[in-house]
């Protein structure tokens, strides 16, 4: 059976796994090149672990789905989330790393997803839910 284009995860740590199988499923179906498929799972497994670890985390009810649509252009998949308001696209950078010995675990990943994903977006629903786009061109930038 094909994967469906709308998940809803589980709000737990198995919630990762069953998102990037997920994807990995849809990947195959649709014939994504190894760098979609390869840029999609990293910003997602990001974006689910950052969601369950901080934004759900004391939620009461938490809730988190995942949408997968696709055009000529772009493949996209959304993140959505109940948990509290949080905007990774204005987290400034990190600090440059001057020597590996000063590098601190964490605090990297969203950069990560902002470089291997072509597009990254974020919203506020009116019913109160964070909405993570993350998007990748079809066909990579002319260098």
Do not use: C
Not at 21 to 46: K, N, S
Not at 53 to 60: A, R, V
Not at 75 to 83: S, T
């Amino acid at each position: 059976m094909p994967p469906a284009d709308t998940l809803d995860l589980d709000p737990n740590p198995d919630g990762v796994a069953q998102a990037l199988g997920w994807l990995e499923h849809l990947a195959e179906r649709d014939g994504w090149t190894p760098r979609q498929q390869q840029g999609l799972m990293l910003a997602l497994d990001e974006a689910v672990t950052n969601a369950l670890m901080h934004g759900l985390s004391g939620q009461p009810d938490p809730r988190l789905r995942v949408h997968h649509a696709a055009d000529a252009d772009a493949i996209r998949v959304v993140l959505e989330d109940n948990g509290a308001p949080f905007d990774p696209t204005q987290v400034p950078p990190p600090p440059p790393v001057l020597d590996l010995d000063s590098l601190a675990v964490g605090g990297r990943g969203i950069l990560l997803m902002k470089r291997v994903v072509s597009h990254l977006r974020y919203t506020r629903t009116p019913e109160g839910w964070n909405r993570l786009t993350l998007s990748i061109d079809r066909q990579p930038p002319a260098a």
